[in-house]
């Protein structure tokens, strides 16, 4: 019978886990997740409306940390835009934003990249041949400024948010 290692390299193994993200792009179960929106790309429907695609990258602990997600904005109808500003409205979106500022769906979408977010999934219940899920923002958890200090502090230390005044210097003696 084979003589069984007693020496495995767990550091090893799970270094190379964390390195590695899970590739699968199977539906993951309904529920919150915590995850950081890592990027998306603008297209445009079957039927020609423009909508963003976001990436989202789970965070949160558990067997699927590190799984990727998509989720759709869309633009096309006040029904469509109405779930849209629902979960865009937990990142700072208002309806003022649109008003005054007109972006366009390439503004919309580096505005949302990096933040932090506590996501839903919900798989979709309709005729599709496809298990399809969707993804909703519930809330926000860090800004992208936010995200970027705990992402360069990962020993959690408080990130300080104002820089104080130098202390006054003495006058030199003559």
């Known amino acids: 019978m084979p003589e069984i290692s007693t020496n495995t390299d767990w550091a090893a193994l799970i270094a190379g886990v964390e390195a590695e ?4 792009f199977d539906p993951i179960p309904d529920g919150r997740y915590t995850a950081t929106i890592e990027g998306g790309e603008t297209r445009v429907s079957a039927a020609g409306n423009e ?6 990258r789970i965070i949160s602990d558990g067997p699927f940390k590190n799984r990727v997600v998509f989720g759709n904005f869309h633009f096309a109808s006040t029904g469509a835009f109405r779930i849209t500003l629902q979960s865009l409205k ?6 003022a ?3 005054d500022e007109n972006p366009t769906k390439a503004d919309i979408l580096e505005k949302v990249i990096g ?35 705990l992402n360069s502090n990962p020993v959690g230390l408080p990130v300080p948010t104002a820089v104080l005044p130098a202390a006054p210097v003495a006058a030199p003696s003559a």
């Open 21 to 24: 993200p899970p590739t699968s």
């Open 97 to 99: 934003y649109f008003v």
């Open 51 to 56: 909508y963003i695609r976001a990436r989202y």
């Open 90 to 95: 937990h990142i700072g979106f208002t309806h």
């Open 115 to 149: 933040w932090t977010v506590e996501v839903r999934t919900q798989k979709d219940t309709g005729d599709s041949a496809f298990d399809n899920y969707s993804v909703y923002i519930n809330g926000a958890v860090s800004s992208p400024e936010e995200t970027a200090a």
